[in-house]
C-alpha cells in the first residue's frame, strides 16, 4: 500500500456522461497530480495542485477539470465522455512543489472504460 | 523527436540473467532521473533515483547515467520471477512544477523461471 488512495478502481460507463475519480494523497504530502495511462502515449501528465492552488498544467483536456480541497484530498472530473477517454488514471502526491527531485508516490489508479 | 524514448519490449530473459533496460533522451536540462517499476494493475512505484551523471547501487539494481550521451540505463542482476514488470524511466529538470518530469512510455519485462 503507497498511502496514496483512489477511488473508484474500476468504472464503466456511456459516451457522453461526466465521472469523478477522487484521491486522497499520503499523509503529509501537500502535492497532488493526476496521470492518464494508455497503451499508446503511455503516462501523460494532466496537472498538479499544491495546497488546493492549481501549480502546474500539462495535456488536460478542456473537457477535464480538478481541484484540491482543504483536506487536501484531490479529484479529477472527466464530463462528455469519448472512447478515447478509456484509459488508467493515476494520483500521485510528493511532499514539495515539485522543484529538486521531487519523488511521486502513485495511487494504484482508477480504470475507465468508455463503451 | 519524443524528449524520451524507451524500447517497449517486450523484453523476455531467463531466470538469474543479467538485465539491462535503458532510456536516451534529448533535453540536456534533464538533472533527476529515476526508474519506476510497475506490476501489472498496479500504479508505478520509485525503484531508483539518481541525480547528475554517475552511477548508484541498490541491492540487486544498479543504475547508470551518461548525461555526455544522454543514455541511462538500469542494470538487474540474478533477475527473479518477481521482477516481471514493465519498468519507466523518468527525468526531470531543476525546476519546479510537474510539467518537468518527463517519462518513457516504459519497457514490459518477463523474467522466464
Known amino acids: 500500500d503507497s498511502g496514496v488512495t483512489q477511488t473508484p478502481k474500476h468504472l464503466i460507463t456511456a459516451t457522453g456522461q461526466r465521472v469523478t475519480l477522487r484521491c486522497s494523497p499520503r499523509?503529509?504530502?501537500?502535492?497532488v497530480y493526476w496521470y492518464q495511462q494508455s497503451l499508446d502515449q503511455g503516462l501523460q501528465f494532466l496537472i498538479q495542485y499544491y495546497n488546493g492552488e492549481e501549480r502546474a498544467k500539462g495535456n488536460i483536456l478542456e473537457r477535464f477539470s480538478a481541484q484540491q480541497f482543504p483536506d487536501l484530498h484531490s479529484e479529477l472530473n472527466l464530463s462528455s465522455l469519448e472512447l478515447g477517454d478509456s484509459a488508467l488514471y493515476f494520483c500521485?502526491?510528493?511532499?514539495?512543489?515539485?522543484?529538486?527531485?521531487?519523488?511521486?508516490?502513485f495511487g494504484a489508479g482508477s480504470r475507465l472504460t468508455v463503451l | 523527436q519524443k524528449e524520451v524514448e524507451q524500447d517497449p519490449g517486450p523484453l523476455s530473459v531467463p531466470e538469474g540473467a543479467i538485465v539491462s533496460l535503458n532510456c536516451t533522451y534529448s533535453?540536456?536540462?534533464?538533472?533527476?532521473f529515476m526508474w519506476y517499476r510497475q506490476y501489472s494493475r498496479k500504479g508505478p512505484e520509485l525503484l531508483m533515483y539518481t541525480y547528475s551523471s554517475g552511477n548508484k547501487e541498490d541491492g540487486r539494481f544498479t543504475a547508470q547515467v551518461d548525461k555526455s550521451s544522454k543514455y541511462i540505463s538500469l542494470f538487474i542482476r540474478d533477475s527473479q520471477p518477481s521482477d516481471s514488470a514493465t519498468y519507466l524511466c523518468a527525468m526531470k529538470d531543476q525546476g519546479g512544477g510537474a510539467d518537468g518530469l518527463t517519462f518513457g512510455k516504459g519497457t514490459h519485462l518477463i523474467i522466464q523461471p
Open positions: 500521485a502526491s510528493s511532499v514539495a512543489t515539485g522543484s529538486g527531485a521531487n519523488v511521486l508516490t
Open positions: 499523509s503529509g504530502d501537500l502535492s
Open positions: 533535453n540536456s536540462a534533464f538533472q533527476y
